[in-house]
């Protein structure tokens, strides 16, 4: 196969051209972390959008008290918010399936040996139990074999990656249980507040993985060939 960087040839059991370094599949592989990370932009838009427009919510009903306070209007306005919790959660499996694509190709052109056979990039992340704990030591396995870094480097790249998986957890954990009951003020009230952590802990969630997609395609695709 032609490199279609410098048109040397480079051999089928090997990614990279010999000569220049480029990768065999250097389109595709860059296209997958451009898809992934302009998804994960999106949801951060959306759970930003969604954590203020909550927050404008949450104003009035603190000014309000209960004799003025219309339960009605507020379940209305509350389940409108469920819907877009739900429809993030289905935008965020989408961009989850793309993510998956590429942290497939990641492990098999990171380099040296993997602590985790190849699979487990997929299964980690669907089998119970150990999918709360395998999938952020396999992302930061992926990020650090893919460059050289310090110990500080290190350190920074594992708080990088546990902030992303514990407000991951957090956005999930907390969408799912959004209450829409709006019997009383109080209870309306905690129901945005918990709107608002879950909008947060998504927005954050999707703006470190987008830090940590970026910075590996970018760490792989100018890694040098080692000769």
Known sequence: MPCALCGDIIPSQ?????????????????????????????????????????????????????????????????????????????????????????????????????????????????????????PPRIVHDLWVSSGRFTMAGRHAVGAVVLVWWVSLLAAFGLGQAFPTGAESLPEARFSVHMGVAAAACQALAAALCMVSVFQITRLQLTRPVAT
């Open 14 to 134: 090997v990614a990279r051209c010999p000569a220049c370094g480029a990768w065999a599949r250097r389109r595709d592989f860059r296209s997958v972390g451009v898809a992934v990370f302009m998804l994960l932009g999106f949801n951060a838009f959306i759970a930003f959008g969604t954590g203020i427009s909550l927050l404008r919510l949450d104003s009035p009903l603190a000014e309000l008290t209960r004799d003025g306070y219309d339960a009605a209007a507020t379940a209305r306005a509350l389940a409108a918010y469920a819907d877009v919790f739900t429809v993030s959660a289905v935008l965020a499996a989408i961009t989850g399936a793309l993510y998956l694509i590429w942290l497939w190709r990641v492990a098999g052109q990171a380099a040296g040996p993997r602590p985790y056979p190849r699979g487990w990039v997929v299964l980690g992340w669907l089998i119970p139990v150990v999918n709360l704990v395998l």
